[in-house]
């Protein structure tokens, strides 16, 4: 009783500093930068370890909302802050153990609509909502703490002073992990990082910091321990191991060919050993090294002398090494991930990216289409296919927009005459390869040469525009299917959707999800008291207006991890200039604003983003991003201005991050109606925060 007694006052004490802050603008400014950090941290460690989270990562990202707006809601009443660190400690350290044994779930309830690679069709549906549903609560449970903090700091400042250090504080935040992601370092560091600015909020109180340090201690020692084969890049966590291959007698040892490499609990690629005198020399008595070489020397088959490659999704280096071995003078290799290629360049048997003939970019393989001014003698597409979202806040993965039709198109304007496109593809599903075979006839103008492959389950597209299409002895060309899809378009890009429609795994999440929130928002208070619906539907379309700014903005300079991070900076700027410009110019005209934001959302739906309307690139991008970006900075200037006149900070940030939690539900709108959907929830979403303001703010 008397330990109880002990860490009660010092709960009192912790009260007593926020009431009577000394340095509150630094302590505002620092509980924002944990808060964000916390959750992008949150939302990538959660995505690698539980494998099923890279494709479902906007359940973290809506816990995290649900909890800082319930932590909003509570500011009023006793913080429970000292429990942050012990609750995110024992999360982290059982996720982790469960990871490292392999416990986890490793798929989710197989669906004939909806592909993900490594679909496990023998996971328990019920365990599977129940352990996605966990995570969600844990996870809400965590950031309340900080949302309490959080608001109880605000109390201390007038309202543009406190959201403009809120928003700071963010940017730092995400800074912060960028930098930790830049260096490629491991989780101990952000979990180091991350504690010790959680640790500064306890420094008055011995207990609760005796306790925070008992706790994260284990996490930090299981995180240290070694884990051989173990890299981490700015997308994945990648597992590098020995690549064996069988014999064709069991009395030979299997033979090492080359590295397998995993990312996210999954397989994605290898690094294989097929230079001539290797596979001569092996291949009678290990057929697997033929297969794999007569799989990357399939395209030259068709363009035997190539003098110009380009190779997007060069990954370790496999198809650049077949362009060498084939003689090719010059390889351009796209490569999207810095960590996966310097895992080619230091460990592939044959070196492909030490020659001088090789050129390696790192980027964005869509976007280097677009930018390029380059044509190649041959474009081959490598096993390029995603393990992961592009951003938290949508359903876009990272090569989204390499397979849409407008992409091909591009692919086809960069090829010299009489040149040629080789697409390969692990074909998770037979109506994907449907899918490619009519995107490509669509973009080309005429069928694509197809053919099923051993390697992988793989599809080989071949397409040109004087492509012999005689066959080859020893090929055979077929036709995956007869049926009709929708294609993939820069608007409707989701390769792996079979038709415009919500996975029913996606909607019983969301429905579960919601009805959660509900509860937890009820055990809170009633809907009326301690709610402002106002700044829950500002909520609700600030999210899907920033949803669709990233996407669009994607699709003009790439999916790359850079790009993500510099958007969502530029999105926080552009709230900082509205609180600016909603200081300087003082009495604000909220109709009228209201009018430019909606008149900035029609200009966006119908600015043809992506598409070359002057002859200089830079000037299309800069033009393409002040659209974009435009509603965002009206929509900055609308909140703000709503915020000067409520200063109950828990009742307007907690409805404010609640109501995002439906802009985010309501973005899976786009995966029926096509990114351009976005316009019209948002839309509709800020005419209900219009139609719902205070009547004193009918102007």
């Known amino acids: 009783m008397k330990l109880l007694e002990g860490y009660r006052r010092e709960r009192e004490a912790l009260e007593a500093a926020v009431a009577h802050a000394t340095r509150p603008a630094l302590d505002l400014f620092l509980i924002s930068l944990l808060s964000l950090f916390a959750e992008v941290l949150m939302i990538r460690w959660l995505g690698t370890e539980v494998r099923v989270l890279s494709y479902f990562k906007n359940v973290v990202l809506l816990s995290c909302f649900l909890g800082l707006g319930l932590g909003f809601r509570l500011s009023s009443r006793p913080a429970c802050y000292g429990w942050f660190i012990p609750s995110l400690a024992a999360f982290s350290f059982l996720v982790e153990l469960a990871a490292r044994r392999g416990v986890l779930i490793a798929g989710n309830p197989k ?5 993900i690679w490594g679909n496990v069709a023998t996971v ?13 609560f844990v996870n809400t449970l965590l950031f309340i703490p900080l949302g309490q903090w959080t608001g109880k700091l605000m109390q201390h400042f007038s309202p543009l002073k406190a959201y403009s250090l809120n928003i700071a504080g963010g940017l730092a935040g995400i800074w912060l992990f960028v930098l930790l992601n830049w260096g490629r370092c491991p989780p101990w560091i952000w979990f180091g990082l991350l504690l010790v600015l959680a640790f500064y909020f306890l ?3 011995h207990r609760w910091m005796a306790l925070g340090a008992a706790a994260a201690f284990p996490l930090l020692i299981l995180q240290l321990l070694p884990t051989r084969g173990i890299y981490w890049s700015p997308y994945y966590k990648i597992h590098m191991s020995g690549l064996l291959v069988r014999p064709k007698v069991p009395e030979k040892r299997p033979l090492m060919v ?7 609990q999954d397989y994605h690629q290898r690094m ?8 001569q020399q092996y291949h009678a008595d ?12 399939f395209p030259y088959q068709f363009h035997p002398k190539p003098r110009k490659v380009l190779v997007v999704g060069a990954g370790t280096g496999n198809d650049v090494a077949s362009a060498l071995r084939h003689g090719v003078e010059r390889v351009d290799a796209v490569e999207i991930d810095p960590g996966i290629y310097e895992l080619g360049l230091r460990h592939h048997p044959e070196k492909p990216y030490d020659s001088r003939s090789v050129r390696v970019i790192i980027d964005d393989a869509r976007a280097y289409l677009r930018r390029t001014s380059e044509t190649y003698d041959l474009i081959v597409y490598g096993l390029l296919d995603s393990h992961i979202l592009f951003s938290t806040m949508n359903s876009l993965r990272l090569d989204n ?6 992409s091909f198109r591009e692919a086809r304007h960069r090829l010299n005459p009489g040149g040629m496109v080789a697409l390969s593809f692990s074909i998770g599903e037979n109506w994907i390869a449907t899918r490619i075979f009519r995107m490509l006839e669509e973009a080309f103008g005429k069928p694509p040469l197809a053919f099923p492959l051993q390697y992988d389950g793989s599809w080989l597209f071949v397409i040109g525009e004087r492509l012999d299409t005689r066959p080859i002895p020893g090929t055979r060309a077929a036709v995956p299917s007869q049926l009709t899809l929708p294609p993939a378009l820069d608007d409707w890009p989701y390769l792996y959707l079979r038709e415009r429609s919500i996975p029913s795994s996606y909607l019983v999440i969301l429905a579960a999800i919601l009805g959660l929130s509900f509860v937890l928002v009820r055990s809170t208070g009633s809907l009326a008291s301690g709610w402002n619906w106002h700044f829950f539907f500002l909520g609700a379309g600030f999210l899907l207006i920033e949803t669709r700014s990233i996407i669009e903005l994607a699709l003009t300079f790439g999916t790359t991890w850079t790009v993500n991070a510099v958007v969502i900076s530029g999105i926080l700027l552009l709230i900082l200039a509205a609180n600016l410009y909603k200081s300087r110019a003082g009495a604000v005209r909220l109709k009228l604003h209201y009018a430019l934001l909606a008149a900035s959302i029609l200009l966006g739906y119908f600015f043809p983003v992506g598409r070359a309307l002057l002859p200089l690139r830079w000037v299309n991008d800069l033009l393409a991003t002040l659209v974009v970006l435009l509603p965002l900075f009206f929509a900055g200037v609308i909140f703000a201005t709503s915020l000067e006149r409520d200063r109950d900070y828990g009742r307007v940030f907690g409805s404010n991050l609640l109501g995002a939690m439906l802009g985010g539900a309501l973005e899976y709108g786009s995966l029926v109606a096509g990114i351009k959907f976005l316009y019209v929830l948002s839309l509709l979403t800020y005419l209900a925060s219009f139609v719902t303001r205070p009547k004193a703010e009918a102007q």
């Open 258 to 264: 080359g590295y397998e490499l995993r990312v996210n």
């Open 203 to 205: 420094r008055s109180t």
């Open 111 to 115: 669906e004939s609509s909806f592909h």
């Open 286 to 297: 290990y057929p697997d090294l033929a297969e794999f070489s007569v799989y990357y020397d």
């Open 272 to 279: 294989t050993n097929l230079s001539r005198n290797f596979v």
């Open 401 to 406: 927009f390499v397979y849409t039709v407008e």
């Open 124 to 136: 328990n549906e019920t365990l599977f909502y129940a352990f996605v549903l966990s995570c969600f």
